[in-house]
Every structure is written in structure tokens, then in C-alpha cells.
């Protein structure tokens, strides 16, 4: 057997049945929903909306951000009112869902300049990291996974748990009536599945949160800036 080095093993743990296995937290699953289009007929909203509603009925408490005056990323200082509201609502939440439309094979602006104003981390604090993930998309043509495909890595790189199933709704304005609620189709079956998924992978893993994204070259890293500053002190 090859061992490790000595340094290494300072650092590495065994893992932890009992951190996995908490104390279930009784409160509702929290969930934040953002959407990216500013349009006054928006079927991502509409979406939004319709994702809200079954969320509820899943025993969520649900938090739609409103995108309008969300000003672009370094255009405003970090004090700006809408973005202190976007922050604190991914600091309340448990577990996010993003919808985009596909614009031009891609997410909009609208909907890449929200994510990019939520820090990885904030001293201490992580507003993403361990929290849930659902990706959803409206399509204006055929069905197509760009925007779902960036969104996916976006939330690799936050450091979410972003669950397996997902939504891509094609020829949206078909899909809605005139009241902006989702008609019966095999994509509102969808929707329903990745919501449900999303409940579920939120309730399993919001406990643990915390001794899922701790990780060996952090708790190296802290340990040497702890080392360094008693270091410093002493002298």
C-alpha cells in the first residue's frame, strides 16, 4: 500500500455518517427563483410563476427576484438596493431554480448578470455553495438545451448540487394562455418532475450543507493562515 504524505494526512477525514445524517430541519424548504427577460410578455416569468405555484404546493416558501433595475455587473456599487436585495434572498434561500430564454444560443445578459452578481464566497459566508440547483429554459423555436447547458456549468462553478432532471420548454408562446399560466402538455409533466426532484434533493441535503462543501485544501489553507498569524503575533 502507497501512503501518504505525512503533511497530507494532517488534513484528510474519514467520512462522516453522523454529519451526513442530521437533525431533519422542520422549517419549509426555502427556494429562490430567478428568470431573465424584462419583457412585459415574458414566458420565462410566466414560467417563473408556474414554478412558484407547484413549488408551494410542495410545501415550499418561494421568493421570485424581479430583475428590473438590476443594474449590470461592476455598473453599480454592491450597495446598490437591488443588488443588496438579490444577495440577501441567495443568502435566505436553501435551493435556487433558473430560467432563461434562449437568446441567440445562449442565456440573456439579464439572466448571466444576476448570477454574476452573487459572490462565490463573502468573507465567510457562501451564498451558493451547497445549496440546490434546478435549470429550466423557454425556447421562441424548436426545443434546444443551450441555455440549460451554460446554466449547468454556472452552477458547477457556484458550487451547487444541481439536480439531474431539467426543463426545456419549446415554442413557449404555444405553452401559455392568455392568463400566463402553463397549459397540460408533456412539458408542463416536466416542469412538474423537476420541481418535485428539486424538493427532494433540497430536503436530503440542506442539513448537511455545510460538511458537503468542507474540503481538504480549505481546511489546509485556513491552517496555514492560522499558523501565519500566530506566527506573527509571537513576534
Known sequence: M??????????????DLDALRPPLSQHKPRI????????KISFSRFLAQEVA??????????????????????GAPETDAKVRELRELSLWSEGHVWISPERHGAMTGIMKAQIDWIPLTTGSVRPTQGKTLAVMQVCGGSQSFNAV??????????????IPNQSSVA??????DENGRMKPSSYYDRVVDVCEELVKF????????????????ERKEEAAKLEQRVGLKSI
Request: hydrophobic fraction near 40%.
Open 53 to 74: 405555484r407547484l413549488l408551494e404546493h410542495l410545501g415550499c416558501e418561494v421568493k421570485i427576484f424581479n430583475p428590473e433595475g438590476l443594474p449590470l455587473p461592476d
Open 149 to 162: 447547458n451554460q446554466l449547468r456549468i454556472l452552477g458547477r462553478w457556484m458550487r451547487m448540487i444541481t
Open 202 to 217: 433540497t430536503l436530503l441535503t440542506r442539513d448537511a450543507s455545510g460538511y458537503l462543501t468542507d474540503r481538504y485544501s
Open 2 to 15: 502507497v501512503e501518504l504524505p505525512a503533511a497530507a494526512l494532517e488534513f484528510i477525514r474519514q467520512p
Open 32 to 39: 429562490l427563483i430567478l428568470y431573465g427577460s424584462l419583457r
Open 171 to 176: 415554442k413557449a408562446w404555444q405553452e401559455f
